[in-house]
């Protein structure tokens, strides 16, 4: 919601923002889709509320343009999209670059085009990389930033790569690697910190931009 208000004040309370994790393979509890589960925990902690989207629910049909048809889980998301302040995507490298499932899932934000916020705007976007080796991290980071960029959103500073052969997570989601712990709580207190600064804006005047 949009709001305005007299008077603007660094110290006026901030809503939490709500941050949406999307990401995951088939298989339960795979590597990015723990991370993602460790990085929105990490966000609650950094004051956010978080909705997660795992892998199991993005078995999706393949993005149609040309339909209007949506399954309820395709509505879930778009809706959930809709309602967020940051979203942190989570894929496994494959062949160099995010999964399928994911990217299908990200097409379903074409549906969002005409909205007031159209596609990420307005949204800090995160990125969690796994793969079987450190090659591949770089290359399926740099095109998930990409994408959050073609769909106006903003590439948080930080963007975190696992190599799973060396990182693995527990039954809590908690990493073997204390440096892989670091940088996802690092990303998911600059989700927060961003999401934090936009809302700021909307309830200040323009006067105090
Ligand atoms: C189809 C497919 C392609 C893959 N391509 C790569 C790759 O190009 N580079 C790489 O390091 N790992 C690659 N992997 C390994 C995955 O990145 C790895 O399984 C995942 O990041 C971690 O496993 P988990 O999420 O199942 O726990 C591939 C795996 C599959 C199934």
């Known amino acids: 919601m949009f709001l305005t208000i007299n008077q603007c004040s660094s110290t006026?309370?901030?809503?939490?923002?709500?941050?949406?994790?999307?990401?995951?393979?088939?298989?339960?509890?795979?590597?990015?889709?723990?991370?993602?589960r460790r990085a929105l925990s990490l966000a609650e902690e950094a004051g956010a509320t978080t909705e997660m989207f795992p892998g199991q629910l993005l078995s999706l049909p393949?993005?149609?343009?040309?339909?209007?048809?949506?399954?309820?889980?395709?509505?879930?998301?778009i809706d959930a999209l809709r309602r967020s302040d940051a979203v942190i995507f989570a894929s496994p490298a494959y062949h160099g670059s995010i999964s399928g499932l994911v990217k299908n899932a990200i097409d379903y934000i074409e549906d969002m085009r005409e909205d007031n916020r159209p596609y990420l705007a307005d949204r800090a976007v995160g990125a969690i990389i796994s793969a079987y080796g450190d090659q591949a991290i770089g290359s399926t980071l740099s095109t998930m930033r990409n994408?959050?960029?073609?769909?106006?959103?903003?590439?948080?500073?930080?963007?975190?790569?696992?190599?799973?052969?060396?990182?693995?997570?527990?039954?809590?989601?908690?990493?073997?690697?204390?440096?892989?712990?670091?940088?996802?709580?690092?990303?998911?207190q600059q989700a927060v910190r961003f999401a934090q600064m936009i809302a700021s804006q909307r309830l200040s005047p323009s006067s105090c931009i």
Do not use: K
Request: with cysteine; proline share 10%.
């Open 62 to 77: 393949l993005y149609n343009p040309n339909s209007l048809y949506r399954t309820n889980e395709a509505e879930a998301l």
């Open 147 to 188: 994408i959050t960029h073609s769909l106006r959103g903003w590439p948080l500073p930080i963007g975190v790569g696992i190599n799973a052969l060396r990182c693995t997570f527990d039954e809590d989601c908690e990493p073997s690697d204390a440096h892989v712990d670091s940088q996802l709580r690092i990303m998911a």
């Open 12 to 36: 006026e309370p901030r809503p939490r923002p709500f941050v949406l994790g999307i990401g995951g393979t088939t298989r339960p509890n795979s590597t990015s889709e723990s991370a993602l």
